[in-house]
């Protein structure tokens, strides 16, 4: 294939990865900024030099446009637009969802991506609407997949073509569309008609739509999240494995007055200070900024930097394996978003499968951290511990002699072997003092090895402090308190 994912670093189910498109190669997670050649706040040529690798640009407006046709026919697009790293151009998809109808068919697009050098194209499938019922849904995604066929069909098999996966809010539908178009054969497959969700701030709902199309992707496959712009939401997306993002956020906002940070966003009008490292912000104060007569071009320049700063600290979190600990922090800037959060933690299951086994540290961050990937694998793990028969846990306490084994006990986790207590995640994990819900989970730890050891008998003493609610999350098992 043409286009060809590599994953070097992983976290959750996010990935640091190499992206190869023809002989190009660009790094993800990666921000692909939307030029639009009629408006450019920032040229892609200035992109390149902030970092960027890669940017989308909309082959419909070329193809239509009397200015730039001829131009890109002729000159292609990486002259016109002086950009020589990569270019993804979507097709009149967007249009389509917005005005209804492109005067364009799928091949037509198609050809005119290739003919203007683009290095990914799109073809012209079919955005549906979230508010869609089911019927309409699954005849628009009919009608996609057909338009994928046909691409694979006409431009052959290695032709850098972009495989999206639709299906509304239909989460069996969404999986459907995301196998079949593995069967086609895409390597690089956006996930489409998210906007909407995004835009009313409906995370919960984005959550079960890329996790139910992620479901039936293949792990090879690098997943561009078609529309997502604000950089508070990056974290999150990247957890779920969507590896490129792109958007026009930064000079929307810009246009808008607005103010881009991964905490949220501001308006310019109301900042007293601006509280940024980039040299937009370092060379003026919030005042001058607003008074300023390129004060859009100037937020642009400044949305765009706070965005590529969000990609790196995304990357950096991955290679750590602390991306739980930041999608935390940044899904806390928003109720919604906390929503999101909170349905990512419902499918801890599917992701424990495939998370690291090792990270950089635990650092507990209120009771969500009790859900995430490694308590859970853990506890699964604890099925492996070889006991003696009679076995005795310590919570909070001293142990006691003549017991074959003895384990300590550290939650959220559970009980662990003292050959464990410097490894990943008993070791490097940093817990405030034990609350109730910590030790609660760590509890649910013990379960598990009861539940995995039958032949062994488990006595677990337990500090004055934590007998009552130890004994009455353990039922079945015989707690003492070490003061009596
Ligand atoms: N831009 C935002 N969403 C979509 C989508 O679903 N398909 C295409 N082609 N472009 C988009
Ligand atoms: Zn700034």
């Known amino acids: 294939m043409a286009i060809a994912f590599e994953s070097l670093y992983s976290d959750i189910a996010g990935r640091c990865g190499k992206l190869t498109v023809g002989k190009k190669t660009m790094r993800?997670?990666?921000?692909?900024?939307?030029?639009?050649?009629?408006?450019q706040l920032v040229t892609p040529k200035e992109m390149r030099e902030m970092g960027v690798e890669a940017i989308i640009t909309n082959a419909y407006i070329f193809s239509q446009s009397k200015q730039f046709r001829t131009r890109a026919l002729e000159e292609g697009l990486h002259k016109l637009l002086d950009f020589d790293g990569i270019i993804m151009t979507d097709s009149g998809s967007f249009q389509l969802s917005v005005y209804g109808e492109v005067s364009i068919t799928n091949t037509e697009t198609l050809s005119f991506q290739r003919d203007i050098g683009s290095d990914i194209w799109v073809p012209l499938d079919i955005p549906t609407s979230p508010a869609a019922d089911r019927q309409t849904t699954e005849c628009d995604l009919a009608i996609t997949l057909q338009r994928l066929a046909e691409a694979r069909e006409v431009f052959g098999p290695d032709a850098p073509i972009a495989g999206p996966v639709q299906g509304g809010t239909f989460e069996d539908l969404r999986?459907?569309?995301?196998r079949e178009v593995m069967e086609i054969g895409f390597s690089f497959c956006p996930?489409?008609?998210?906007?909407?969700?995004?835009?009313?701030?409906?995370?919960?709902?984005l959550v079960r739509v890329v996790m139910a199309s992620k479901r039936t992707l293949s792990p090879?496959?690098?997943?561009?999240?078609?529309?997502?712009?604000?950089?508070s939401m990056f974290a999150l997306a990247t957890a779920m494995g969507c590896d490129l993002f792109d958007s026009a956020a930064y000079a929307l906002y810009a246009k808008d007055g607005r103010y881009l940070t991964a905490h949220g966003s501001y308006r310019i009008d109301d900042l007293a200070d601006l509280p940024c490292a980039c040299s937009v912000c370092r060379s003026q104060t919030a005042e001058e900024l607003r008074a300023a007569p390129d004060r859009e071009r100037l937020l642009a320049l400044h949305n765009l930097y706070a965005t590529l700063a969000e990609i790196s600290r995304i990357r950096q979190a991955i290679v750590d394996g602390t991306l739980w600990e930041l999608v935390d922090e940044r899904c806390r800037g928003h109720p919604r978003l906390l929503e999101g959060y909170r349905e990512l933690?419902?499918?801890?299951?599917?992701?424990?499968?495939?998370?690291?086994?090792s990270k950089r540290r635990f650092f507990y961050r209120g009771d969500e951290s009790c859900l995430r990937t490694e308590v859970l694998q853990y506890?699964?793990?604890?099925?492996?511990?070889?006991?003696?028969?009679?076995?005795?846990i310590a919570i909070d306490c001293k142990g006691l002699e003549g017991f074959d084994t003895q384990l300590s006990f550290k939650p959220p986790f559970g009980p662990y072997p003292v050959e464990l207590k410097e490894t990943f995640p008993i070791g490097p994990c940093e817990i405030p003092e034990w609350d109730e819900a910590l030790v609660r989970q760590g509890c649910l730890g013990i379960r598990a090895l009861a539940e995995s050891h039958r032949d062994s008998r488990i006595t677990v003493i337990c500090s004055r402090k934590?007998?009552?609610?130890v004994i009455r999350e353990l039922p079945g098992i015989e707690v003492t308190s070490d003061e009596v």
């Not at 996930?191 to 709902?205: Q, T």
């Not at 419902?346 to 086994?357: G, S, Y």
């Open 28 to 39: 993800t997670p990666a921000l692909l900024p939307v030029i639009n050649p009629h408006l």
């Open 175 to 178: 999986e459907r569309s995301a």
């Open 191 to 205: 996930i489409g008609a998210v906007v909407p969700l995004m835009e009313s701030y409906r995370y919960r709902d």
């Open 220 to 231: 090879a496959a690098c997943i561009h999240l078609f529309g997502a712009g604000h950089p």
């Open 345 to 357: 933690l419902a499918h801890v299951p599917a992701l424990a499968e495939h998370d690291r086994v």
């Open 379 to 392: 506890r699964q793990g604890l099925s492996r511990l070889a006991l003696g028969r009679e076995v005795l």
């Open 466 to 469: 934590w007998a009552d609610l």
